[in-house]
């Protein structure tokens, strides 16, 4: 079974800073998907950024980028800039190619200190 | 964009009353997943259909059953409600990847809040 570890469970930064959130996985797999989903106080899921683990160039959606060290089962979230509205919960997921349920971390909570 | 549609979007329940939550997928998505997601906690994985028939099993207890129809909505049947019940419900779908996309996303609907008191 994969479980997924996210050992941050609150963070706080100020507004256009730069923030890294932190995600560990352990899998035997070797082909998989990765996620992060935000979930702000709506409690709407949101896919913020995937990364396939075939892929070795690190994924990038806009302010949003990874840094998947694969053979260190490491998956963190870099958000540059950082807004207001990027004040939710973040949620690193992970899914095995072929089965396709996610597997979620435990979430950290992140605050954009005006 | 379509969305995934979720109803009701809250119900409120007695213990051991039976509870039915609706999901209607993005239109041509094939594959419909449930989430419970218990207070303060992240999203567990329940239940999964593809083109009508379940897929794969998760954490769902033996109260819960669930259904795909012939026009692609799911039903999540909740019987003999319990308070550690009370939750918020995610359905998701998606479509085989290659057709429309090429790579596995999941779209969430906006969930169904249920609360037994």
């Known amino acids: 079974a994969q479980t997924v570890t996210q050992s941050q469970p609150e963070m706080s930064v100020q507004e256009a800073e730069t923030v890294t959130l932190s995600c560990t996985y352990d899998?035997?797999?070797?082909?998989?998907?990765l996620f992060w989903y935000k979930q702000p106080p709506s409690r709407q899921m949101i896919l913020v950024i995937r990364?396939?683990?075939?892929?070795?160039q690190n994924a990038t959606e806009n302010r949003f980028s990874v840094n998947f060290q694969k053979a260190a089962k490491s998956f963190s979230l870099k958000i540059s800039d950082s807004q207001l509205g990027d004040t939710a919960m973040y949620f690193c997921?992970?899914?095995?190619?072929?089965?396709?349920?996610?597997?979620f971390g435990t979430g950290t909570r992140l605050t954009i200190i005006p | 964009a379509a969305g995934v549609i979720q109803s009701p979007r809250h119900l409120i329940k007695e213990k051991r009353e039976t509870a039915t939550l609706k999901c209607y997928p993005i239109?041509?998505?094939?594959?419909v997943y449930w989430y419970q997601q218990g207070p303060g906690q992240d999203p567990q994985f329940l239940i999964s259909?593809?083109?009508?028939?379940?897929?794969d099993k998760g954490s769902i207890p033996d109260r819960f059953s669930a259904q795909q129809f012939s026009d692609y909505h799911s039903e999540l049947n909740m019987s003999s409600l319990e308070l550690g019940d009370s939750a918020l419900y995610f359905c998701?779908?998606?479509?085989?990847?290659?057709?429309?996309?090429?790579?596995?996303?999941?779209?969430f609907g906006p969930g169904t809040r249920l609360t037994v008191l």
């Open positions: 998701a779908s998606r479509i085989q990847p290659g057709q429309v996309v090429p790579y596995n996303e999941q779209f």
């Open positions: 899998t035997s797999e070797n082909n998989y998907y």
């Open positions: 990364q396939e683990a075939y892929k070795q």
């Open positions: 997921a992970f899914m095995r190619s072929g089965n396709e349920k996610l597997t």
């Open positions: 239109p041509r998505h094939d594959t």
């Open positions: 259909f593809y083109e009508k028939m379940q897929s």
